[in-house]
């Protein structure tokens, strides 16, 4: 089986745009390749946070991908702290990594210029990453658009490691754009994220959604019930097409086109759709919660399966590097 690695920050619950835009993925995916997933709070690190938030967030991102579907029997669920071989590897991937390559990343230009100290964590974000993917030798990663500029990294690193010490050791791994393209938030302005106020939280109550749908942007130049709308620049209409069956969606959109339903009616049919995925999801996360051992004990064993490749990959490694 092909091998492939995800990577996921711990920002605590998933929202709909994380679920849809890449672990609704990763759960199809896990039954046609060899999956690591691996909730990243080394890369958390780089940015501003609190030590006690943090550990709250790592529970809560492995009962949201617990509850989205991720089996830890099929696939290999771990925190990245747990498995201390990817910061060994990037330390040894650090040191041929040329500085100029790393100030070079867009992601790197842009969180660097909102911060008055820059710490050299934040730099050297994409070197972590390289390893993370080359520890398992991954043949494959999923990632959304803005992630393919620090997977060419990681591509070059591992050429350039190989051509240094090993020709043909690491694999290039591929990108696997997602399928459902960037999720917008509900304001229409911009992506989906928590730090906008904009998402839905995948754990979310029915009520609570409806709260937040309601008055969520539609098309904008549809301003009376009796105004045709243009579903391809709205919102609500591109999560349908995440959510809703292929009927409703050329239901919901010759409505629209008509002006022959009202947005609120619209977004009706949408809470229906959402419910029938989320209503098994927030059982699971329930039943977790009941039970949070089940949570410590499959991070526990994804941990242990995951470092018993790592480790195998590390000796091999520091070998080749001529370190004892
Ligand atoms: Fe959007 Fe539906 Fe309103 Fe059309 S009817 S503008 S698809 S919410």
Redesign the pocket.
């Known amino acids: 089986m092909p091998r492939i690695f995800s990577g996921i920050q711990p920002s605590g619950e998933l929202h709909i745009g994380n679920y849809l835009g890449a672990v609704r993925n990763w759960v199809g995916l896990q039954h046609e390749f060899e999956s690591f997933i691996c909730i990243v709070n080394y890369h958390a690190i780089t940015q501003p946070f609190e030590p006690v938030d943090l550990m709250r967030r790592t529970h809560e991102m492995a009962v949201s991908l617990l509850a989205a579907g991720i089996d830890p029997g099929v696939a290999t669920l771990f925190v990245q702290s747990h498995v201390p071989e990817h910061t060994e590897l990037a330390w040894l991937l650090n040191t041929i990594t040329p500085l100029g390559e790393l100030e070079r990343q867009t992601q790197f230009k842009d969180k660097a210029s909102r911060q008055e100290s820059v710490p050299a964590g934040l730099l050297n974000y994409p070197v972590l990453q390289a390893a993370d993917i080359l520890l398992y030798h991954a043949d494959i990663v999923p990632v959304g658009e803005d992630q393919i500029q620090h997977l060419e990294l990681s591509r070059e690193i591992a050429r350039r490691w190989n051509a240094r010490f090993a020709e043909g050791y690491f694999p290039e791994p591929q990108p696997k754009l997602t399928p459902t393209r960037r999720i917008m938030g509900l304001d229409g302005n911009a992506k989906m994220s928590k730090s906008l106020g904009n998402t839905v939280a995948l754990l979310e109550p029915t009520a609570a959604i409806w709260e937040k749908l309601r008055p969520a942007m539609?098309?904008p130049a549809?301003v009376r019930k009796t105004d045709p709308?243009?579903?391809d620049v709205?919102n609500?209409?591109q999560l349908?097409k995440a959510f809703s069956p292929e009927a409703t969606q050329v239901h919901?959109?010759a409505?629209?086109r008509s002006a022959g339903?009202?947005?609120i009616e619209?977004?009706r049919v949408l809470a229906d759709s959402m419910e029938v995925e989320l209503v098994p999801i927030r059982a699971r996360a329930v039943e977790l919660a009941a039970h949070p051992q089940r949570v410590t004990d499959a991070l526990g064993d994804g941990a242990s399966r995951a470092r018993s490749v790592a480790r195998t990959t590390i000796d091999e490694v520091r070998e080749r590097m001529g370190i004892a």
């Open positions: 539609t098309d549809r709308g243009n579903p709205c609500i209409y349908h919901v959109a409505q629209c339903w009202g947005c619209c977004k």
